[in-house]
């Protein structure tokens, strides 16, 4: 799980820690930069796979927008510096990249180094690990002729490779922004498999989820879709053409004649959970994710429900997730004295700087009641609330 995110130089972030836990929150006016905080991890995973074409970025949930504007540009020198991203794991990995860019037209983001751990580049890395076991020849015969490593010889091999090995959680990294036309439509697959930052590839992952072997994942899904009240099961007709997708989705409250309607005439909120639920769940989505605005088209008093649902479902399912909201809601589904749940105020300094400010579980005056954090976000207690209203 990641720890520790240092970010210098990417657009309204100047210089930035954060300290993560397995669900984090940010909260913050409009434009104070919670979102930039997501892009820079987004940024960093790109690096992390040597994919920093724009459309890759794009595919990945970062706004892209003119290389020189990707910078802090609260200064002109500014502009042509080189934009710094650092990631701790638990167990002290690290993985640091440099990224460069000559703001000419056409031009891309380059990698200027990074470090995983070491200050020896990863494929230098590969290659001493290698060498130490037999050189390169051994290892062309083990992938060409499928010859066998003995158990000894492949501890020795992993336990050396593991030092070296880049945070596997951040390779897959997305912000996702789930939408309606996609979810309702249930567009074909994006670029990023198995769900694309809108919710592409949903239909195709429910889909997979519902083989026999998979029954149990598409349980689960079921089981938390009963928060809503008027959910009774779904399923994926059997004599659907190759280019149909629909889900037949039952209405308790409907005659048993007419008791499925398919996703098109769903509600929205509806759709976001099945998105959530499916992606917390399975074990094909990324580990480590965000999620802008998790509050989307959702009832407040379901925001919170969700949210404890969420965290319930990342400690057992090993995900580790971010998600922005300006919903209070949000915030009454977090048990702050648990430290792997984490609230933030994302805010601007008077230089117009992003920073953040980690939000304690509050302990309530001598004879007065403890308040819910959403009542302290409304009253301006924790911050995170426009200047000029």
Not at 107 to 123: P, Y
Not at 341 to 348: A, G, M
Request: proline share 3%.
């Amino acid at each position: 799980m990641l720890k520790e995110v240092r970010i210098e130089n990417y657009k309204s972030i100047q210089k930035l820690k954060l300290e993560l836990g397995r669900v984090t929150v940010l909260i913050g006016e409009n434009g104070c930069g919670k979102s930039n905080i997501l892009e820079a991890i987004a940024l960093a995973s790109a690096a992390a796979n040597d994919k920093l074409d724009n459309e890759f970025l794009a595919a990945r949930g970062i706004r892209v927008t003119e290389p020189r504007f990707m910078r802090s540009a609260f200064e002109k020198e500014n502009l042509d510096k080189d934009i710094s991203i650092e990631l701790r794991q638990n167990n002290k990995k690290q993985f640091s990249c440099i990224l460069q860019n000559d703001n000419s037209p056409y031009s891309q983001w380059i990698s200027k180094n990074f470090l995983v751990n070491t200050e020896t580049s990863l494929k230098e890395a590969v290659m001493l690990v290698i060498q130490k076991h037999g050189g390169i020849d051994k290892f062309t015969s083990v992938l060409e002729e499928k010859t066998e490593l003995s158990e000894q010889e492949w501890l020795n091999f992993k336990k050396d490779a593991e030092s070296f090995i880049p945070i596997l959680d951040l390779n897959k990294f997305i912000i996702y922004s789930p939408e309606n036309l996609a979810l309702r439509t249930f567009e074909k697959e994006g670029q990023i498999q198995p769900l694309g930052i809108n919710g592409e590839g949903l239909f195709k992952l429910i889909s997979f989820l519902s083989f026999d072997k998979n029954q149990d994942k598409l349980n689960q899904i079921k089981k938390k879709l009963q928060l809503i009240d008027w959910f009774k099961d779904f399923e994926i007709p059997q004599n659907l053409a190759a280019m149909q997708t629909s889900l037949q989705i039952t209405d308790r409250y409907l005659d048993t004649d007419l008791s499925y309607f398919d996703q098109r005439s769903s509600n929205e909120g509806f759709l976001f959970l099945l998105f959530y639920f499916t992606l917390f769940i399975s074990d094909l989505t990324p580990n480590f994710f965000a999620i802008d605005n998790i509050d989307a088209s959702l009832n407040p008093r379901l925001c919170r429900r969700l949210i404890e649902e969420l965290v319930e479902l990342a400690k057992n399912n090993d995900k580790q997730v971010i998600l922005t909201t300006h919903n209070p809601a949000v915030l009454d589904g977090l048990d702050l004295d648990d430290d792997e749940q984490r609230l933030f105020v994302i805010s601007r300094n008077q230089l117009g700087y992003t920073k953040v400010r980690r939000i304690l579980n509050p302990e309530p005056l001598d004879g007065q009641e403890p308040v819910d954090l959403s009542e302290a976000f409304l009253r301006g207690y924790i911050g995170g609330l426009p200047k000029n209203f």
